[in-house]
């Protein structure tokens, strides 16, 4: 079974950065399609943004021109740039397959707050 390890979340101010680690250990990483999910609580987990393993993108509207997704296939990793971030971004991370073929991993708490 694929593990997955996000790191890399915190809290931040409104109009602040971070950026998201996911390392997995998939051996034929490269051709998954990968994505960003986040869930706040009491809330279902969402898809946030999508790689394709030639690296074309997706992302869901609120945080298109925020977000910047990236993979690192030689090193079975994926990324989250987001900058200005607003508390609605409040939420653990999780990455995994476009199609959620992993198991979970415990994902990475990013709260932003004044």
């Known amino acids: 079974q694929v593990q997955v390890a996000e790191s890399g979340g915190g809290e931040v101010q409104p109009g602040g950065s971070l950026t998201l680690s996911c390392v997995t250990s998939?051996?034929?990483?490269?051709?998954?399609?990968m994505a960003w999910y986040r869930q706040s609580p009491g809330q279902e987990r969402e898809l946030v943004a999508s790689?394709?393993?030639?690296?074309?993108?997706t992302y869901e509207d609120s945080v298109k021109g925020r977000f910047t997704v990236t993979r690192d296939n030689p090193k079975s990793a994926m990324y989250l740039e987001m900058i200005n971030l607003k508390p609605e971004d409040t939420a653990v991370y999780y990455c995994?397959?476009?199609?959620?073929?992993?198991?979970w991993g415990q994902g990475t708490q990013v709260t932003v707050s004044s």
């Open positions: 995994n397959t476009r199609y959620e073929e992993w198991v």
């Open positions: 998939a051996i034929r990483f490269s051709t998954y399609t």
């Open positions: 790689a394709t393993s030639g690296g074309t993108t």
